[in-house]
């Protein structure tokens, strides 16, 4: 299991790359925590899109920066950010001394990927014209932000097979094993053994106290 104060593992990219379900598979193999930047917003401020609708995305960002600052500090963390999280300077140095990596994927298998799950709850594709056209300008407007971090191509992979490009990549994942049964035996053997003795050793000293008397 890793060490409660291991620091953070951040996954950001853009929508559709997977950052929720590889994150969630690497909390499972760690015993990590797994925080959900966007399901955190909607369960304390309500769905997305309405937050765009009530204020635009300079409100949402403003929650969302609230958010990261709430997290950050905290160890022992797997974090699936929103697309655009890392985009803000502010939210880069609110995880500094994380483990950051970005998940990406052709925008072929975003289009595939968000259009299948629906982009009903995807303010930025909900009302566009032409979603592959959206996708490949927001795609070109963030490289920069994405590409300060190491990257992972998820394009065409398994989570479990991104979850290895990561750990390949450096990423500290390391699997929660359960107790081998004959350690545990070996282990129970030598605890009873020591108590045999323990036991032996005192009744022959009590022994000596009587034969003394």
Known sequence: MADPLSPNIVLTGFMGTGKSAVGRRIAELTGRTFVDLDAEIVAQHGEIAALF??????????IEREMVAAFAPKRNQVIATGGGTMVDPDNVVAFLGAEVYTLTASPEEIERRVTSD??????????????PATIAAMLAERSEAYGKFTSIDTTGKSIDDVVDALRASGADISEVRENDPEKSQDKATKILSIVAIIAFVIALILLIIVLSI
């Open 118 to 131: 629906g982009i009903a709850g995807r303010p930025l594709l909900a009302e566009a014209d032409d979603v």
């Open 53 to 62: 609708a009530e204020g635009g995305e300079e409100h949402f960002r403003a």
